[in-house]
């Protein structure tokens, strides 16, 4: 959800302006992804690098997710299940955040629509490094043999792990990188770029994305 800050300098507001934007952006558009049929969408509302960011813009950010969680009717009549993805050993997520993470996903668990994955503190090196700690210590107390990593042990153990890998990544603002997002999973996915700002994306975006996604030839490395 990229180019929220760019979008408020452009109206002359400050940057906590354009990630207000972004999250009212934000429920738009999972709406409509779920109610256009999209069964899996993976937002990436925060990185592990972020917290490089000015102490104010980060406050600004969690305080934009609590007020999201708090939110209790957030996508309860949608159908929606949220799932948080990422880190969360971070002294910087407090028990705040944790307990309203933990009761957002509780409240929606037995939702049947769209899942929605919501990436916090999330970097998908950290993520590939927290698989391979997990197998590390399986290997370490003899439950399975290290001949016996495959692939599919890998992706049983990220954050994603019982989903699909995702068909199409869109990146908004312009920019060309996939900025650690997950890179296991991207393998073989479709990639958009647009030049529209985060705040500025609207459902005709996502459509004419999928439109053009259905245009390709995907051959998995066959021909
Ligand atoms: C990147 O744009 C955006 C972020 C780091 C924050 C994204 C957060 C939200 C959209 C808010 C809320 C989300 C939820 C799930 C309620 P940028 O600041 O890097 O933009 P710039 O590149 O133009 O400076």
Excluded at 184 to 199: G, N, T
């Amino acid at each position: 959800m990229d180019g929220n800050g760019r979008w408020a300098k452009r109206r002359g507001l400050p940057r906590s302006a354009g990630h207000s934007a972004g999250a009212r952006t934000f429920k738009t558009i999972a709406r409509y992804a779920n109610k256009i049929g999209i069964k899996y969408m993976t937002v990436y509302a925060f990185s592990t690098e972020n917290w490089s960011r000015p102490k104010d813009e980060v406050n600004n950010i969690l305080e934009l997710f609590k007020q999201y969680l708090r939110d209790a009717s957030n996508f309860k009549d949608e159908n929606i299940k949220v799932k948080f993805i990422g880190d969360f050993n971070e002294p910087h997520l407090d028990d705040e955040i944790l307990t309203l993470i933990a009761d957002a996903e509780k409240n929606s668990e037995n939702a049947t629509g769209m899942h929605l994955n919501i990436a916090l503190n999330y970097g998908g090196r950290q993520e590939i490094t927290d698989a391979v700690k997990i197998v590390a210590e399986k290997v370490a107390k003899k439950e399975i043999c290290a001949n016996d990593i495959t692939e599919e042990v890998i992706a049983d153990n990220l954050y994603t792990s019982g989903q699909p890998y995702p068909d199409l990544i869109i990146r908004p603002s312009g920019e060309y990188r996939l900025s650690n997002f997950l890179i296991w999973q991207s393998a073989y996915a479709e990639f958009w770029f647009s030049d529209v700002l985060w705040p500025d994306f609207k459902p005709k975006h996502l459509d004419k994305a999928i439109e053009d996604y259905s245009m390709r030839n995907r051959r998995f490395g066959g021909i």
